[in-house]
C-alpha cells in the first residue's frame, strides 16, 4: 500500500495525488495562461497575416511567472539574462508547441516561448521566454511607427 496516500511514480519517487490540488487552494499558481497558437492567412494583396487563438485544453492555465535570476544578484553584466521569464504551469503539458506563445490572464502581457520543459514526474511545465512584440509593433515601439 502507497504510504500516507502517495502513489509511486518514475524512478521510485513518491508524490501525493493531491498535491497540484493543495497547490492551487494554496496560491503557488496565483494568475492563470493561455497558451494561443498562429494562424497565418494572405490579406488580399498577398501579405501574411498572423492571428492568435487560445489551444483548447490550454486555456486558463493556473501558472506563475517569475524572474530567472535573483534580485541580489542583478547588475549590468547579466542584462541580456534579465529580458528572460520562466512560467510555470500547474500541470504537466508535453505537447505544448514551441510556436505558440503564452497570454498571461487578461492583461496585454504576452511571452514568446523559448524552451519547454516538463518535470521527471509529469507534475508541472516549465517555460521559459521572452516579452512578445509582433512585427507590425516594432515600429511603433521604436517611435517610428
Not at 511514480?9 to 494561443?36: A, N
Not at 490579406?43 to 506563475?64: E, K, L, Q
Request: charged share 20%; glycine share 12%; with cysteine.
Amino acid at each position: 500500500m502507497p504510504i500516507g496516500g502517495s502513489r509511486r511514480m518514475g524512478w521510485g519517487t513518491f508524490i501525493d495525488p493531491g498535491l497540484m490540488k493543495v497547490l492551487l487552494r494554496d496560491g503557488v499558481y496565483p494568475q492563470l495562461c493561455t497558451l494561443e497558437a498562429p494562424t497565418i492567412t494572405r490579406s488580399a494583396f498577398g501579405d501574411a497575416v498572423t492571428t492568435w487563438a487560445g489551444v483548447d485544453g490550454y486555456i486558463n492555465i493556473p501558472c506563475r511567472k517569475f524572474d530567472r535570476l535573483p534580485h541580489e544578484d542583478r547588475d549590468v553584466s547579466i542584462i541580456e539574462e534579465l529580458k528572460y521569464w520562466t512560467i510555470a504551469l500547474g500541470g504537466y503539458f508535453p505537447n505544448i508547441d514551441a510556436a505558440w506563445r503564452v497570454r498571461m490572464g487578461t492583461t496585454t502581457e504576452i511571452y514568446a516561448i523559448d524552451g519547454i520543459d516538463g518535470d521527471s514526474l509529469h507534475f508541472m511545465t516549465l517555460i521559459t521566454a521572452h516579452l512578445f512584440i509582433p512585427s507590425e509593433e516594432v515600429g511603433v515601439m521604436r517611435g517610428t511607427g
